[in-house]
């Protein structure tokens, strides 16, 4: 599975997996409600996805059935079955369609042209090719003659066309980057010539020679009228008018398009995200598992990493986390409990999404302090644990105007309660 979900160096057992061994042993044994593993399979001959789909659900209906307290009927438990192509390719694909809608569009508005400009082609032609039929040359043998033409300018458009999508290739890439990870197997190989070249022999053939089929059968009355250079014929008439109006309405189509990709594009970047990207930077460190082992040399990894980011004069503040804001990988979701509130069912309590950060990393993105405080350099695991709240995780669990600093969340069953001391804006 190449790249699934990111690139892969290293596979190992589920036994042997110390993450997920570390996360097994923190739990109760007869919890129900654990939910990390991703499973595959691959189908028996003759089993469909929707057959195996109806049997999973099945499943998942007896869940609710045997644990109603962790599944509830109206929790939106589910199971859904993917097929894993439409897996790898789930976010990229409405992307790709618009774009392939795009180029449909595109290439009729194209079609239309051609077939236009051969039509006018031809009716500079009308005198020549009367005389070819003259002498003895059949209607099979002029739109012979027609088709080797369109063909040749055709396939000459494709290879251009291609060397354009060559040049162009890594700007595709790095767009189709931001939604799927698989983008190195996007190339152009034999099957994308074969298409290429394909098409643009068929778009040739088609709308280079089909205005031909227009001509007039009366040889003698093509050439006098030819002589006195009179118009079309009524058949060209309607087909020019058809290839006119089809090219307007495919215009208006993507003109409209383009408008709704606008306003749509100015009304994100209206879009308050809660920070300020502007003049921030951003890098990721990768440290070395074999070498940093525990969780204090790797935090003093991050602090040695982070005291040289703040010593270099060209930065104004410089913080460390583990995310960025509106990455699509989210945080570590968590169970939680505030204090003297009871829950009745400890998998029914409310979760939250936790993010390890530095104490400048507020001011750095510019997320907006509400209330409170942010971190300081005296927070450290010889103090009382704190953290930092956003604006709609306080409003939903303190509301009528409570406020939730100085109250006290645990993430472990009450083993350790941590002080909440602020209240920053939303990252959305």
Same mark, same amino acid.
Not at 175 to 193: H, K, N, P, S, Y
């Given at each position: 599975?190449?790249?699934?979900?990111?690139?892969?160096?290293?596979?190992?057992?589920? /036994?042997?997996? #110390?993450?997920?061994?570390? =996360?097994?042993?923190?739990?109760?044994?007869?919890?129900?409600?654990?939910?990390?593993?991703?499973?595959?399979?691959?189908?028996? #001959?003759?089993?469909?996805?929707?057959?195996?789909?109806?049997?999973?659900?099945?499943?998942?209906?007896?869940?609710?059935?045997?644990?109603?307290?962790?599944? #509830?009927?109206? /929790?939106?438990?589910?199971?859904?079955? *993917?097929?894993?192509?439409?897996?790898?390719?789930?976010?990229?694909?409405?992307? &790709? &369609?618009?774009?392939?809608?795009?180029?449909?569009?595109?290439?009729?508005?194209?079609?239309?042209?051609? !077939?236009?400009?051969?039509?006018?082609?031809?009716?500079?032609?009308?005198?020549? &090719? @009367?005389?070819?039929?003259?002498?003895?040359?059949?209607?099979?043998? &002029?739109?012979?003659?027609?088709?080797?033409?369109?063909?040749?300018? =055709?396939?000459?458009?494709?290879?251009?066309? *291609?060397?354009?999508?060559?040049?162009?290739?890594?700007?595709?890439? !790095?767009?189709?980057?931001?939604?799927?990870?698989?983008?190195?197997?996007?190339?152009?190989?034999?099957?994308?010539?074969?298409?290429?070249?394909?098409?643009?022999?068929?778009?040739?053939?088609?709308?280079?020679?089909?205005?031909?089929?227009?001509?007039?059968?009366?040889?003698?009355?093509?050439?006098?009228?030819?002589?006195?250079?009179?118009? $079309?014929? #009524? =058949?060209?008439?309607?087909?020019?008018?058809?290839?006119?109006?089809?090219?307007?309405?495919?215009?208006?189509?993507?003109?409209?398009?383009?408008?709704?990709?606008?306003?749509?594009?100015?009304?994100?970047?209206?879009?308050?995200?809660?920070?300020?990207?502007?003049?921030?930077?951003? @890098?990721?460190?990768?440290?070395?598992?074999?070498?940093?082992?525990?969780?204090? /040399?790797?935090?003093?990894?991050?602090?040695?990493?982070?005291?040289?980011?703040? $010593?270099?004069?060209? *930065? /104004? =503040?410089?913080?460390?986390?583990?995310?960025?804001?509106?990455?699509?990988?989210?945080?570590?979701?968590?169970?939680?409990?505030?204090?003297?509130?009871?829950?009745?069912?400890?998998?029914?309590?409310?979760?939250?999404?936790?993010?390890?950060?530095?104490?400048?990393?507020?001011?750095?993105?510019?997320?907006?302090?509400?209330?409170?405080?942010?971190?300081?350099?005296?927070?450290?695991?010889?103090?009382?644990?704190? @953290?930092?709240?956003?604006?709609?995780?306080?409003?939903?669990?303190?509301?009528?105007?409570?406020?939730?600093?100085?109250?006290?969340?645990?993430?472990?069953?009450?083993?350790?309660?941590?002080?909440?001391?602020?209240?920053?804006?939303?990252?959305?």
């Amino acid at each position: 599975m190449p790249q699934y979900p990111r690139e892969n160096d290293v596979y190992m057992p589920t /036994s042997a997996c #110390p993450f997920r061994a570390r =996360a097994e042993a923190r739990m109760e044994e007869d919890r129900t409600a654990f939910r990390g593993m991703t499973a595959f399979g691959r189908l028996a #001959p003759g089993v469909g996805v929707d057959r195996f789909g109806a049997e999973l659900a099945t499943v998942a209906a007896r869940l609710q059935d045997d644990f109603p307290e962790t599944y #509830p009927a109206d /929790s939106g438990y589910t199971a859904v079955t *993917l097929p894993l192509a439409a897996e790898l390719t789930r976010e990229a694909r409405p992307t &790709l &369609l618009i774009l392939l809608a795009t180029t449909v569009l595109v290439l009729l508005i194209a079609c239309a042209n051609v !077939a236009n400009l051969t039509l006018a082609r031809m009716s500079r032609r009308e005198r020549e &090719l @009367a005389l070819r039929s003259a002498l003895g040359a059949g209607r099979a043998r &002029l739109l012979r003659q027609l088709v080797t033409e369109s063909s040749l300018l =055709a396939l000459a458009a494709g290879a251009f066309g *291609l060397l354009v999508a060559w040049l162009s290739l890594d700007l595709l890439v !790095a767009f189709a980057a931001l939604f799927t990870t698989r983008t190195t197997e996007v190339g152009i190989d034999g099957w994308v010539l074969a298409f290429t070249l394909g098409l643009s022999l068929l778009t040739g053939i088609v709308f280079g020679s089909a205005p031909a089929l227009t001509g007039r059968r009366d040889v003698a009355a093509a050439l006098k009228e030819a002589g006195a250079q009179t118009t $079309d014929t #009524p =058949a060209r008439r309607r087909l020019r008018g058809l290839l006119t109006a089809s090219q307007v309405a495919a215009a208006f189509v993507l003109l409209i398009a383009t408008g709704l990709l606008l306003t749509s594009f100015y009304r994100l970047q209206q879009v308050d995200t809660g920070f300020d990207p502007e003049n921030v930077l951003t @890098a990721e460190v990768f440290p070395n598992w074999s070498k940093y082992t525990t969780a204090e /040399s790797r935090r003093q990894l991050f602090t040695d990493v982070l005291q040289r980011l703040q $010593d270099r004069p060209g *930065l /104004s =503040a410089a913080a460390v986390a583990n995310g960025f804001p509106m990455a699509s990988e989210v945080g570590q979701q968590q169970r939680f409990a505030i204090e003297g509130r009871t829950y009745e069912d400890p998998d029914l309590r409310p979760e939250l999404e936790t993010r390890v950060i530095s104490p400048d990393y507020f001011a750095t993105v510019g997320v907006p302090l509400l209330a409170g405080r942010t971190f300081t350099r005296l927070d450290d695991a010889e103090t009382t644990p704190v @953290a930092v709240v956003s604006r709609s995780l306080a409003e939903r669990h303190w509301r009528e105007g409570r406020s939730p600093l100085e109250q006290r969340i645990t993430l472990d069953d009450g083993e350790t309660w941590i002080t909440l001391v602020g209240v920053v804006g939303d990252v959305r």
